[in-house]
């Protein structure tokens, strides 16, 4: 509920807020690839209504593209490493991803063909393994010069195609009929709520809010990660 309402709010947020939370509660491996299934399913609801008129389709070609390379790797390491090292390592991804952002960093890296290529790259392989693939696109479109209006659609586009790819790599999670239908009740609220105060609260300071709370969370899952090691 709170992932999506954030989605619903700021176009950003909802593997960030919901992933540090869903591993915490059902593991690494079923968190992340619940929050990629979320995660897809709001991006695609976030498109509809004349949103996919605003994606820059040509410029998103690379940054697909690579994030297809990647995901695999990120499956595969995330198979091979114990549950403490995948939380210290999801918190840790988490915390660093969302401190780069508040800093809008610009780096030189990230310019350009070659710059969208790292930028998927470093995605697809953060969202199959950790379930958050969205801070690269974020640094590549800062760098870029994209205003938020800019960026939403084709963040969201971004979100359906490499949510799509970890979905396929990393398989739908094993839950049971009525965690499945808890998750889809509290996305469905959390989109209800973040619309009713879409008008109400300033962009910016919403945005602040979520990254405080991803921050939150991303250094709660480190140190739970951290004490079991």
């Known amino acids: 509920m709170a992932g999506a309402s954030v989605q619903w709010l700021t176009g950003m947020g909802f593997a960030l807020i919901a992933v540090p939370a869903l591993v915490l509660l059902l593991g690494p491996a079923e968190g992340v690839a619940l929050a990629n299934c979320g995660a897809g399913a709001i991006c695609a609801l976030g498109l509809t209504g004349g949103g996919w008129r605003r994606v820059r389709f040509a410029a998103m070609v690379p940054l697909v593209a690579a994030s297809a390379c990647t995901v695999p790797a990120g499956t595969w390491v995330a198979a091979r490493l114990p549950e403490p090292v995948l939380l210290a390592g999801t918190g840790t991804l988490v915390s660093l991803a969302v401190l780069l952002v508040m ?4 780096v030189p890296a990230l310019n350009g063909v070659k710059g969208a290529l790292t930028a998927g790259a470093a995605g697809g392989f953060m969202n199959s393994s950790a379930g958050v693939g969205g ?12 205003t938020v209006r800019e960026f939403v659609p084709n963040a969201q586009f971004y979100g ?3 949510n799509a790819f970890s979905v396929a790599a990393n398989g739908v999670p094993r839950l049971h009929t009525s965690l499945w239908t808890l998750a889809l009740a509290g996305m469905a609220a959390g989109a209800f709520i973040g619309r009713a105060l879409a008008t109400r609260v300033p962009e910016r300071g919403a945005r602040l809010l979520v990254l405080l709370l991803a ?7 480190l140190a739970k990660g951290a004490w079991e090691l």
């Open 103 to 106: 800093a809008g960093m610009r």
């Open 160 to 162: 359906i195609v490499v």
């Open 215 to 221: 921050l939150a969370g991303g250094l709660s899952t």
């Open 135 to 146: 801070p690269p696109v974020s640094l590549y479109a800062v760098n870029a010069g994209w």
